[in-house]
């Protein structure tokens, strides 16, 4: 049986300078996810972006004036962009000691993971948020889970894990968090944008 994980990380690591073209504009919501940081966190606060990709977050976080290190699992990704600082990494697994941040931003990465380890992901993401951290979430919304190959093909075929709320609020409340609220959003996909504090 191909392992979902690494058979998406072999599809990043072969679109990787694609994707880094492709998605080089900002999305239309990131300016206001920008001002709610700005609002809660000081400058210089410590924060993860995981699953940064080509760490086009990662730059416009800094830009904003925090100490931001991006995470992603391939490494052609990591380098597709020209970002520095940027560390390859599981997300199951983050090289980052417990409490050490003061948030963490997950954007369209989440979703590439089976369901069963979802916990585990959550679970770390709790591990390395100080306590009333902040978590931006972003996922595909929908039921089901599966192999999606419609962007680039079945060679390149990346594995997708879809959420609803309902489910994924009982999820990060396990994960010792409190969501705060949450947003939807419709573009290629149908988005679930969530919005959670560590206790």
């Known amino acids: 049986m191909i392992?979902?994980?690494v058979a998406t990380r072999a599809a990043y690591d072969g679109i990787a300078a694609e994707y880094a073209r492709q998605w080089s504009t900002p999305p239309a919501w990131m300016g206001a996810e920008l001002e709610r940081l700005a609002g809660r966190l000081?400058?210089?606060a410590r924060i993860a972006d995981i699953g940064c990709g080509p760490?086009?977050?990662t730059r416009m976080l800094r830009?904003?004036?925090f100490d931001v290190t991006g995470f992603d699992l391939s490494r052609a990704m990591l380098t597709a962009a020209g970002v520095p600082g940027l560390v390859q990494a599981d997300m199951r697994a983050l090289p980052v000691?417990?409490?050490a941040l003061d948030a963490v931003w997950c954007v369209a990465a989440l979703l590439h993971v089976p369901r069963p380890e979802v916990p585990v992901v959550l679970g770390e993401f709790g591990r390395v948020l100080r306590a009333g951290g902040e978590l931006l979430l972003s996922v595909a919304e929908g039921d089901g889970e599966g192999w999606d190959e419609r962007a680039y093909g079945?060679?390149?075929?990346?594995?997708?894990?879809?959420?609803?709320?309902?489910a994924l609020a009982e999820l990060?409340?396990?994960a010792g968090f409190d969501v705060a609220d949450h947003a939807r959003q419709s573009t290629h996909r149908e988005w679930l944008r969530v919005h959670a504090?560590?206790?």
Do not use: C, N
């Not at 079945?154 to 309902?166: C, Q, T």
């Open 197 to 199: 504090r560590r206790r």
């Open 97 to 99: 000691d417990a409490g």
């Open 55 to 57: 760490g086009h977050h």
């Open 63 to 65: 830009e904003r004036g």
């Open 172 to 174: 990060l409340d396990a």
């Open 42 to 44: 000081p400058a210089g």
């Open 3 to 5: 392992d979902p994980t």
């Open 154 to 166: 079945p060679s390149r075929r990346r594995w997708y894990v879809l959420h609803r709320y309902e």
